[in-house]
């Protein structure tokens, strides 16, 4: 079974991490293969970024169904794209923020997120209540770093999430906490190591449940909503990228 | 990896039938045991049924964790006793609804179920509702036939399963629809390809749901509301069953 | 008039207790009954608590019946099995939880509920929610003290809900308290008289309801999810408490 | 015990009607007091007919309390000016629609309402909403007839009555439903006798839920938004009612 | 284009404030016309206060009405009567609590509101969720001064205003802040001067929404429960303000 | 004041319909500009084309900024890419199903919508959610064509839309009834005249709503997720468009 890994940014780094916490938690059948594109932002840190990254993202998809991929994951916590996704494939394809969720409703009454910029907590606090779990999720915080300021100072980053995931658990009462992010997917062993707390890494949930998902067969339904796009080319050819047409008054 | 998947109902029948289907989407290295109580009713249709289930199913989950059991499927889709088994075993719990919803949140935008009696309809709704799909799931339709019936005439019962389902995907406009009772096991592969729906089987989606979590290292969160039950004994010593006292005035 | 208030843990003094505060307010005509099962947990503090006093707890509701009890007090706050005493009962069945509730939504726009174990919490927020008050309810508090410990240390078990009551008031701005188990029952007055702050106990709340309920000539509807349960044996025969069959692979 | 019930339109045979069904529902020990006001609207069928019995009506609080009554009922289904009610009172105010609303969620999984007119469902719906019953309530349902047509002709209105009442058992599945209008409190009897339905009278519901509040020590919350409205005079003295004051540009 | 901007209490200098902050962003083709009425209170703060002035509001609309007024405004942000006026008006009727709110979900993710009174937290929350905006708002927050002390001690208001706008933005995270009174009109441009919170203040955005609708042709619509009141009198002609007509036992 | 109305896709002849709805609503002072992308899907019918439609029309909105546009409208009905373009721009930014959602929800109390396939109901249904107006929608209702149809065979769109505008009146109870798709913008008056419903267009209540808050002074709060993006190449610099990188195993 291969299992299509996306991160929607174009930082080989950060895909690289996310290939390692994939890898060490697949079945031994599975083939886990990661992907980004190379044109989109370096970070995803709000509805912008999302948008630029999901064309490129959706080429990836497309890519690898042709290529026999069987399922295919979204690495990024605010799940860009994930719609037009599963318009796209014929395989299952599973977002980080939603398999993250799906499990700590399995292993725990209440939950706490954990993310990188305070920009992105309404974001995230949307995508939780519509995967159905705002009554649910105690809150979500922010260790206000960047994305990409995780790897560049690993033990900064920890100690932030340390002091927030305690936070969860005291203040919040959380009995799990969701990493926010999946540039902190390297951190969770860590994490839960050192406070106590069950934490949980969207890109392990995602994976372990793409693959449970192909195993037993199910793909993504093309009865309504999710059917692929009518097929459709712009209404005056491809212009170059960029190019603009206005029929300005 | 051994999944301990319980039917809580007394029918040994009917574990079998989850048996098969259980064995047939685990993964190889998987370890299926079914289980049932003697002691409970034979079929569970409404919350008496439901209540009288369930100290005899917490036994099985105890029994199972000394036993070595990894995780736990509660395979009667009312999801009885979910709470109080997540408190009483480290591993991981499944409910099949909980586990169906999941899937179909994930495959599907919108969902139908179709279970037994109309009697379970409000149940079943209260549970979609708590997992949070409550505005994914276009409606809770019945069959009107025992949970038993089920197996006694399964022509019938297929018969009125396509009913149902073709009029979710028409009337609700499901793009798939779940089977609400683990007596339906048998017949998914028959209804998805006599009506072309994508049908969603609870225990398939929770053995799945089980491996993976343990797999992954997952386990249920002790801290809070999941944690093990405080020891109690009974104020006045253990009387024999059924025995009632009265401090009637 | 005869109300049977059923306390489902098997503690003896905190059935007297109960007791106490239902015939304190009980209309003259009224008939309290009291009763305990004798094999149940001495307390009830989380799901496998209630799930162990259930179906003795059904006993007595079906005894009651018999009896010619015409309604229903389940007193304990987590309302362990409404819904399968609903279906064993013609009489309204009424629990405590549900009905303070009720009273606060009519007395007060906004309240908080004050319970013992932190535990407890998450269970009392989704009995409230789907009681339709999650919008009215400020906050679920506890005290942290175990239910017995209520009785054995009064004093200390009044300060601490003083101090949580008029955090109620002041922090989250609860314009009534809901004493979040039957155990505070005695506490009442006490409470509302240190603090200024209207006190709703559900002992009290639940008797009253019964009582309109009862003299109004209301029953449980036996229309649909509450009808009686459907006869029906174990598929086996009834085997020994705590006898166990597998059927392994 | 004294109490007010209030009906909050001008048309004394409705108030008849409302007394009788509360006083035939009464404890021994209560004395019904039924008013209304002499200068609103005949009948109340939507929100501007409510705002102009609202401020009447609130001086039959007022006499009420000065009078020592001790409990009040607001007998009209929209439960008009219910919180302005509360502030004036120190007894506790039940409107008939929240006392249907709460013997339903007692007594029954899911209900139906059926009103007067189509115009009022939308006023219905969010009244039941705001009680939070949102999701026990199938339907509201109109046998599109005026309030006062209620009155001319029993025989027709108790027809359609039958006809919606069966509609929301077979057509919604309700296992209980409620009248929508204080006028229809006299079908009450002979509507559960012809269609087998559990049918809730607010009225009905209301008195005893007032009765036992009061019995059991309950007063309206002054803590916070219920609290006795701040003195105040118009800024420049009271004016013949209906003159107007503008400052035009 | 004439637009009627009624402040419903009788305090002719905050209609002239109200005036001031209409006026300042009416489009050049557009005439405020501000009115309130004299028999109201001094001030809005709760629902009694409320109830007292919707008669005499709804009479100014229905007056406007006859005058060829285009849309109207209610300039109180507790919306007092919005439906019973667009029951009475064919013109468009705007709250400003609901403008307010239109306008936050469009410029902020998420927004905090500050009132008056603490005891306006509970119906301004109400409101907000009946909006579809609770999800949206953070907190209510109230300065604890009532509505004439903003104009009598402008410098506590805006310095009391400055403190809670900036707990909104730092402890709430709202991106903007609602002004929680039609008093606070005149401050909104200082206070977002100050904080550098953007601050929306309703009276302005209900008279641009008014404008917008009326220019675009929308009317209230008369298809259902907005539709006129139906014409009735009292039952037994109006008698004098007042006078209570009582049916007692 | 100049307004930019994007069309997202890449059909001038709907930019052109679009134009003609937007000048016929405009106040004199308002310049219009309409702009669509080349590059985009011809039409907008799903989650895939939406996502393919949003980084060229961020382009749009970036160079409107820097031209001096005041406000932006986003004409398609799936309010494609609206976070992202709030983020992009300093000035308003107003999606047409939110501002029709606005409109409703302020002249009826209860709306359908009527759109074009069935595979956006879903999609629909979620943004009317997200909206806060999931309560006040009856139901979204297809006409079943496809978006560029509409223009193709104008008599039969509009045939078809009576029929559900009809459907929406009588069996939903819609009082108002919501255009679901920027290209029925032209008919909007006709279905009016010929069903007396009201109905409400997009472009029409977006371009209002956009002059109202440019002319008030309003601007997107640039504090929290709104704020622009963060600026970022790459992590590799711009490849070709469609060209992917891949680290595959």
């Known amino acids: 079974m291969r299992i299509n890994v996306i991160n929607p940014n174009s930082t080989p780094s950060m895909t690289a991490l996310i290939r390692r916490s994939a890898e060490r938690v697949a079945f031994p059948g599975t083939v886990i293969e990661t992907h980004n594109p190379l044109s989109t932002p ?41 719609g037009a996704a599963r318009e796209t494939a014929r395989g299952p394809v599973v977002g980080i923020c939603q398999a993250a969720v799906q499990v700590a409703m399995t292993v725990a009454a209440r939950f706490s997120v954990v993310t990188t910029l ?31 300021a995780l790897e560049e100072d690993g033990e900064d980053a920890i100690a932030r999430l340390v002091r927030q995931i305690e936070a969860a658990r005291d203040q919040d009462r959380a009995e799990a906490v969701i990493l926010g992010c999946a540039g902190m997917s390297d951190f969770c062993a860590t994490l839960t190591a050192r406070t106590g707390v069950p934490v949980i890494d969207g890109v392990i949930a995602a994976v372990k449940m793409a693959e449970g998902l192909v195993h037993a067969g199910f793909h993504t339904s093309k009865l309504g909503s999710y059917d692929f796009p009518r097929p459709k080319a712009p209404a005056h050819g491809a212009a170059g990228a960029g190019s603009i047409a206005s029929a300005t008054r």
């Open 118 to 148: 305070p920009r992105s907590v309404p974001i995230i606090e949307d995508r939780v209540e519509s995967y159905g779990a705002g009554h649910r999720c105690r809150a979500v915080r922010a260790v206000d770093m960047p994305v990409l």
């Open 42 to 82: 370096a970070s995803i840190e709000g509805h912008a970024d999302e948008a630029m990254s999901v064309p490129a993202m959706l080429d990836l998809i497309r890519a690898g169904e042709r290529a026999g991929i069987a399922g295919h994951v979204i690495a990024c916590f605010d799940d860009p794209g994930l």
